[in-house]
């Protein structure tokens, strides 16, 4: 079954810099999505990625599908205190009826 | 209008007791999930249903039962609940394929067994 793993599992930055999350699968990737989530608040859909060697931004949020490498990467520039929380990737199986497998989550924690 | 949304936000409720989490989409998708949240945060597909068709039962014990209506609603039913089935129940809908188009998540739904 594919897996990913997202690193780091936390992260404290200061308020204004810049970091990255990192996520990996055990297989190929079909698309890959990213959320946020905060406490009491669901998930907040933030961006998904087709294909490889695709980028996307929002806001100050830039997430790009790397295919050969297997891997998604999330850069914040010029962090916020409202962009702590938790941020997962998810991504689409392959074969047979579809669902979205998860990474474990990196937590943000972003200090003024 | 919220997209996907679920109630209630919040259960307590004591061992033993059935409960039920309703979940209503207005994005006019096919298919609806539940998921399962557990206390380290890792997020896991319970069920799909497409159109009103069970498309997958991930080894759920048979105490959950989702039921759907028409395809904007999908409704979790648990009989007997355990202390293990405290966790957050996600429902999600999207278009049939994940792979071209977007997924998108209610609030969630804070269960707690005591």
């Known amino acids: 079954s594919q897996e990913l793993e997202q690193s780091p599992q936390s992260l404290i930055v200061q308020e204004g810099k810049n970091l990255t999350i990192n996520c990996t699968s055990s297989k190929t990737l079909y698309g890959l999505y990213w959320y946020k989530q905060k406490y009491g608040e669901g998930l907040i859909f933030l961006m998904m990625?087709?294909?490889?060697?695709e980028e996307k931004s929002h806001e100050k949020i830039t997430a790009k599908l790397d295919e050969k490498k297997q891997q998604s990467s999330l850069h914040i520039t010029a962090s916020q205190p409202s962009h702590a929380g938790i941020y997962l990737c998810?991504?689409?199986?392959?074969?047979?009826?579809?669902?979205?497998?998860f990474g474990k989550g990196t937590k943000l924690t972003v200090n003024p | 209008d919220t997209a996907v949304s679920q109630t209630p936000k919040y259960l307590v409720t004591q061992m033993g007791n059935d409960k039920s989490i309703k979940c209503e989409q207005n994005l006019g998708h096919d298919t609806m999930y539940w998921y399962k949240q557990d206390s380290k945060k890792f997020l896991k597909i319970m069920f799909s249903y497409n159109n009103k068709e069970l498309i997958i039962n991930e080894t759920v014990p048979n105490r959950f039962s989702p039921k759907s209506p028409d395809k904007a609603h999908l409704n979790l039913h648990i009989n007997s609940l355990e202390l293990g089935d405290s966790a957050v129940y996600f429902c999600?809908?999207?278009?049939?394929?994940?792979?071209?188009?977007?997924?998108?998540f209610g609030q969630g739904t804070r269960l707690t067994v005591v």
């Open positions: 990625l087709q294909k490889g060697g």
């Open positions: 999600a809908s999207s278009l049939l394929s994940l792979r071209t188009t977007e997924a998108f």
């Open positions: 998810g991504a689409p199986t392959q074969g047979g009826s579809e669902k979205l497998v």
